[in-house]
């Protein structure tokens, strides 16, 4: 272990409650006021939990809290992008204590999950969360989807650390779940001292393809690291994304280079600040590396495209860790005769095979499978299937 990237902060935080303590804890649970979790805030708990949010051990204070949103800072210092709140109502606000207990319910189910000890409440009024998605979101505007969140949770805080009794299972593809803990195990077990992460929220094409492994070509190994906590209505949903992995990785990929596992984070959207969140949460899980993209957890037209590239030159290269890896656009190339990008290819658009979005969506609903060049027919077929259902 020794021999890995230390996690942000210097220790991997474990917020789990012993197992011999858990009957016990849940039982207690139950006379303690309750506050029941939206799933953002469920995945929130889970790296709050496994140390994939070290150093975090709970929801933010208001000291941290302002310090993120106005210097990208926690109170002491330490680089961190992303506010990691938890908003309650003013009455469930009311119900709480410094110093006291309260039980965190799971989103579906309603069941204690974990038990947050209370530092303390403030109230957080739409003044303040214009600050922040001003801050965070570099935009006050209600039709980001991030900032809508934002918009529409209740008006207090609360801060504190919590333990965490069981978190909810997942039914979806479970033995893709490994904590912090076990990716960096598993990564000892291989040997590989430089890893790095690949974060997306999108099904892989080509492109995806290109620079991962350009990037392994570099490094020992690959984690691919999908997200598949809540993401916008019209995102593809996880279970498909994961499918595509699953056939790419078996026809195309060298699997002792390559790990597949998830990122239980839900999408914020917040562009830049949320991609040195996503470089932050992966040094954690072990990587030394992270493939930062176009637009990296953007949204609509609210970020430039290389803005999240930008912000972590606002960083001291030792401050965050990780390093980033910049790649621009990439594209199949008639003229190379293999994948490219601008600053590879000097041919012009006409030589490069280039489909839109909308296009390649408009091809898989017919059931057409896109160019070679653009899509593995595999991961294309998953994807047709997928929408046909
Ligand atoms: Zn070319």
Redesign the pocket.
């Known amino acids: 272990m020794q021999d890995l990237i230390a996690p942000h902060g210097g220790s991997l935080v474990d917020r789990f409650i012993p197992l011999g303590e858990q009957a016990e804890a849940r039982q207690r649970a139950a006379s303690l006021p309750a506050l029941r979790l939206n799933r953002r805030q469920v995945s929130d708990l889970e790296l709050i939990a496994t140390g994939a949010a070290s150093p975090l051990t709970g929801f933010m204070s208001r000291d941290d809290y302002n310090s993120v949103v106005s210097n990208m800072r926690l109170a002491n210092g330490l680089p961190w992008s992303i506010p990691v709140t938890l908003a309650v109502t003013a009455d469930e606000a009311g119900a709480l204590r410094p110093g006291g207990d309260a039980a965190l319910l799971d989103a579906d189910t309603g069941v204690a999950v974990a038990i947050l000890t209370v530092s303390e409440t403030w109230a957080n009024g739409r003044a303040d969360k214009e600050h922040e998605a001003r801050e965070v979101y570099r935009t006050a505007e209600e039709a980001h989807p991030g900032v809508a969140a934002l918009y529409a949770q209740p008006d207090h805080l609360v801060a504190g650390e919590v333990r965490v009794i069981a978190l909810p299972t997942h039914e979806d593809f479970p033995q893709y779940y490994l904590t912090p803990t076990q990716t960096r195990a598993a990564f000892a077990e291989k040997g590989w001292r430089s890893v790095v992460g690949f974060q997306t929220r999108n099904p892989v094409h080509r492109a995806h393809e290109y620079i991962q492994k350009c990037a392994l070509e570099i490094v020992d190994g690959l984690l691919l690291h999908p997200l598949v906590g809540e993401t916008k209505g019209d995102d593809i949903p996880a279970g498909v994304r994961m499918r595509c992995y699953q056939v790419l990785l078996a026809n195309y990929y060298p699997l002792d280079r390559t790990l597949l596992s998830v990122n239980p984070a839900s999408m914020r959207y917040a562009g830049p600040r949320e991609a040195i969140f996503h470089a932050l949460i992966r040094k954690n899980y072990g990587c030394t590396h992270f493939i930062v993209g176009r637009d990296h957890a953007g949204v609509g037209s609210y970020y430039g495209t290389y803005d999240a590239q930008k912000l972590f030159d606002e960083f001291k290269p030792e401050e965050l860790g990780i390093v980033p890896l910049k790649f621009e656009h990439s594209f199949w ?4 005769e293999g994948m ?1 990008s601008s600053k590879t ?3 012009g658009p006409e ?2 095979i280039s489909l839109s979005g909308t296009k390649v969506r408009e091809m898989l609903r017919a059931g057409q499978i896109p160019p070679t060049e653009f899509s593995r027919p595999e991961v294309a077929k998953v994807l047709i299937e997928a929408m046909r259902d």
């Open positions: 190339c008639t003229k190379c490219a290819c000097p041919h030589d490069r």
